[in-house]
């Protein structure tokens, strides 16, 4: 699960009244990120537990879906909404061909983060936003 390792923070639900704005944006998404980190754990633990071949990378569907769907849901400030919208569209093809194929390798593109990276001004407000929400401590949030 190193791929995993270093992946952003879940419960997208909590960021509500935030959205649109980049603390909420960011909260959202490490929220998410944090899920998806969780849910790929648990499905690394249960995996482990099965006889069956393949069952940890079946299990993992659900979380890298919920990701993704948690991403999209996200409302980001606007001037990112061109970039999310494309990286929505990316997230939703990558889980698309993980849900078919059922390979690690699919996930190559999540490495750090399953984030694409926004454009550099907007990524490095983003990186300063987080140092002040409590849902990105000891989470990798979109990496210098």
Same mark, same amino acid.
């Given at each position: 699960?190193?791929?995993?390792?270093?992946?952003?923070? &879940?419960?997208?639900?909590?960021? !509500?009244?935030?959205?649109?704005? $980049?603390? !909420?944006?960011?909260?959202?998404?490490?929220e998410a990120s944090s899920a998806l980190r969780a849910g790929i754990q *648990?499905?690394?633990?249960?995996?482990?537990? #099965?006889?069956?071949?393949?069952?940890?990378?079946?299990?993992?569907?659900?979380?890298?879906?919920?990701?993704?769907? #948690?991403? !999209?849901?996200?409302?980001?400030?606007? $001037?990112?909404?061109?970039?999310? #919208?494309?990286?929505?569209? *990316?997230?939703? *093809?990558? &889980?698309?061909?993980?849900r078919a194929e059922k390979k690690l390798t699919v996930l190559a593109s999540?490495? $750090?983060?399953?984030?694409?990276?926004p454009p550099a001004a907007a990524k490095a407000r983003l990186q300063t936003?987080?140092?002040?929400? #409590?849902?990105?401590? !000891?989470?990798?949030?979109?990496?210098?």
């Open positions: 699960m190193l791929l995993f390792s270093a992946v952003i923070g &879940a419960n997208f639900a909590a960021c !509500g009244n935030d959205a649109g704005n $980049d603390e !909420g944006f960011v909260r959202g998404l490490c *648990q499905a690394g633990k249960d995996g482990a537990t #099965s006889t069956e071949p393949g069952k940890a990378v079946d299990l993992m569907v659900a979380p890298v879906d919920a990701f993704v769907k #948690s991403f !999209g849901d996200l409302n980001p400030p606007k $001037d990112l909404n061109d970039w999310h #919208s494309d990286a929505t569209k *990316q997230l939703k *093809q990558t &889980a698309d061909t993980f999540f490495n $750090d983060s399953p984030v694409p990276d936003v987080a140092t002040g929400v #409590s849902e990105c401590n !000891g989470v990798a949030f979109l990496k210098p």
